[in-house]
C-alpha cells in the first residue's frame, strides 16, 4: 500500500531555510496524482502548503508563495519542501501527502520547531 | 484564499446524530464538488472519511455521510460512538489546483 514518511530537522532557526523530504513507498510518484505538504500549528487547524503535480508543475497557497519550494527527486522516489526565512510563526507539523482532490494518504507528519 | 468556517465544537450523546457545517463561498465549497472530510485523533495524522461531497472510501462506516447545498457542505456522524469523538476538519478544492481547509470542529462525545 501506498505510504509516506516526511524526514528533516526539527529545530530551525529564525530567518533560516526549513527543509522537508517525503519518501513514498508502494506508488511511483511518476505515475500520477498531486504531491504535496500541508502542516499544522501546535493546537490549531490543518493549512495546506503546496503541492506538485507527477509531471512536475508546481502550485502554491498563496500565502506562502513567495517562500517555498517543492521540488522532486524521481530516482529516489521522494519531494521535497523548502520555506524560507522562517519564523517562530513556521512551527507546526509538517506532513507530506498524495492528493487527488482530496487527500488519501498522509504521512505520520514531524515537529518542525523554529527557534534560537 | 480564506480558511472555510467550522464551528469549533459540537457534542452529543452516544446513539444521536451530530452534523458540522463547513461554510465557504462560490470559489472553493460552492463552486466544486470537491468536499472531503478528515477526522484526526490527538497527535494522529488525519483520515479521510468523506471525499467528493459525499462519497465514503472503503472501510468508513455508513454513520458517517456527507452533503452540500450552496456553499455550505455537511458531514453529519448518526448513531454516535464513543470513538467519534475526534477532530474534524473539511476541506474543499478552490480551483487552479489550490486546496483550502476548515478551522476545524472537535466533537465531544457526552
Known amino acids: 500500500q501506498v505510504q509516506l514518511q516526511e524526514s528533516g530537522p526539527g529545530l530551525v532557526k529564525p530567518s533560516e531555510t526549513l527543509s522537508l523530504t517525503c519518501t513514498v513507498s508502494?506508488?511511483?510518484?511518476?505515475?500520477?496524482?498531486?504531491w504535496g505538504w500541508i502542516r499544522q500549528p501546535p493546537g490549531k487547524g490543518l493549512e495546506w502548503i503546496g503541492s506538485?503535480?507527477?509531471?512536475?508543475?508546481?502550485y502554491y497557497n498563496p500565502s506562502l508563495k513567495s517562500r517555498v519550494t517543492i521540488s522532486v527527486d524521481r530516482p529516489k522516489n521522494q519531494f521535497s519542501l523548502r520555506l524560507s526565512s522562517v519564523t517562530a510563526a513556521d512551527t507546526a507539523v509538517y506532513y507530506c501527502?498524495?492528493?487527488?482532490?482530496?487527500?488519501?494518504?498522509w504521512g505520520q507528519g514531524t515537529l518542525v520547531t523554529v527557534s534560537s | 484564499q480564506s480558511a472555510l468556517t467550522q464551528p469549533r465544537s459540537v457534542s452529543g450523546s452516544p446513539g444521536q446524530s451530530v452534523t458540522i457545517s463547513c461554510t465557504g463561498s462560490?470559489?472553493?465549497?460552492?463552486?466544486?464538488?470537491?468536499v472531503s472530510w478528515y477526522q484526526q485523533y490527538p497527535g494522529k495524522a488525519p483520515k479521510l472519511m468523506i471525499y467528493?461531497?459525499?462519497k465514503r472510501p472503503s472501510g468508513v462506516p455508513d454513520r458517517f455521510s456527507g452533503s452540500k447545498s450552496g456553499n455550505t457542505a455537511s458531514l453529519t456522524i448518526s448513531g454516535l460512538q464513543a470513538e467519534d469523538e475526534a477532530d474534524y476538519y473539511c476541506?474543499?478544492?478552490?480551483?487552479?489546483?489550490?486546496?483550502?481547509f476548515g478551522g476545524g470542529t472537535k466533537l465531544t462525545v457526552l
Open positions: 501527502a498524495r492528493l487527488n482532490y482530496d487527500i488519501g494518504y
Open positions: 508502494g506508488y511511483s510518484i511518476s505515475s500520477g496524482y498531486y
Open positions: 506538485m503535480y507527477h509531471s512536475g508543475s508546481t
Open positions: 462560490s470559489s472553493d465549497v460552492g463552486g466544486y464538488n470537491y
Open positions: 467528493d461531497v459525499s
Open positions: 476541506c474543499s478544492y478552490a480551483g487552479s489546483y489550490t486546496w483550502v
